[in-house]
């Protein structure tokens, strides 16, 4: 019989960025054009954001108890200290494992670009990454940890790997039509496979928002919009492209646990608020429980061999 240590992955090395990359583009929301810089940063930095608009020094470490999930994003900070959507770029940097990077903003809202995280995931690819002297802290579950209702729900389970699966049903009168989507989250597959699923709305919630005064500059091909036909004016990269970046919104909003997880995560119909709720009850199991790096834990807080 193998032993723990045998059968445990082991913890990898945390990493940076091998140098500085930018992006511009417009928020959503506000419509205001925001340039993030991208900079390498010494092992245990974490992801931390600046706001320069503000000659922020000091920054927001982007883990749960600094983050806000709302119906239709993300947001870390609060009052003027704020970064609005910031989950694709946070499943840009979870997904291609850059542990350790300072971002810059010269706004608040992240930018739009084309509803996904593919033109922050490829800015990031070309630079690239390199190992640092540190481990990687890992959580890894022993027991199943749910949150929501039976009516939306996301739950991670005991694995060997992190592994996300998104279920999407808005009832046979959406015009978003139900699909599935599953993945193991690496690096080789997060490029091509699941950062280039571009976010969704229908036409009646679009409407809504313009009538409200809010992303009035974004067209329906600037995301994807449906109606009755399907998309408008546009066409689907992946036949389950909105499970797919579903999935992508639930690796973001848990990447600020701030630890590699170990852990099968199946979401039905969630949001921004319920994945906040996950990572929030993580993130207390990881602080509460990994007072070493490089060791695993599991959700009962026994300590294994790395």
């Known amino acids: 019989m193998l032993s723990d240590r045998e059968v445990m992955p082991a ?16 928020g959503y929301w506000s419509g205001l054009v ?9 092992a245990g ?30 947001c870390l900070g609060s009052g003027q200290m704020r970064f609005e959507m910031i989950e694709h770029v946070m499943a840009a940097l979870s997904g291609l494992q850059v542990d350790n990077a300072l971002v810059r903003c010269t706004a608040a809202e992240m930018p739009g670009l084309d509803g996904s995280s593919y033109p922050l995931a490829l800015a990031l690819s070309t630079v690239g990454t390199i ?18 209702t039976d009516m939306a729900w996301v739950m991670i389970q005991p694995a060997e790997r992190f592994e996300i699966e998104y279920q999407l049903d808005y009832g046979p009168n959406s015009p978003v039509l139900a699909c599935e989507y599953s993945a193991t989250i690496q690096p080789e597959t997060f490029l091509t496979e ?6 969704f709305i229908t036409r009646s919630d679009a409407d809504a928002l313009r009538l409200q005064g809010v992303a009035t500059h974004v067209t329906d091909r600037d995301l994807i919009v449906f109606d009755a036909q399907g998309p408008i004016d546009n066409s689907l990269r992946f036949p389950n492209e909105t499970a797919r970046h579903k999935a992508l919104d639930v690796l973001g909003d848990l990447a600020v646990v701030g630890a ?47």
């Open 260 to 306: 590699d997880l170990l852990g099968s995560v199946t979401a039905y119909r969630s949001g921004h608020q319920l994945n906040g709720q996950l990572a929030a009850r993580l993130r207390e199991l990881l602080l509460n429980r990994s007072d070493t790096e490089g060791q695993i834990f599991d959700i009962q807080g026994q300590r294994r061999a790395a």
């Open 131 to 148: 190992a640092l002297q540190a481990l990687r802290p890992q959580l890894r579950l022993k027991q199943p940890l749910r949150v929501g």
């Open 11 to 26: 913890s990898r090395q945390q990493t940076t960025l091998q140098g500085p990359c930018t992006i511009t583009g417009r």
């Open 45 to 74: 930095t974490g992801i931390r954001f600046f706001r320069q608009d503000l000659y922020d020094e000091q920054g927001i470490e982007a883990v749960a108890e600094n983050c806000q999930g709302l119906s239709l994003r993300t």
């Open 194 to 199: 699941l950062s280039p699923a571009r976010t």
């Open 34 to 42: 925001n340039t993030l810089t991208f900079l390498p940063a010494p």
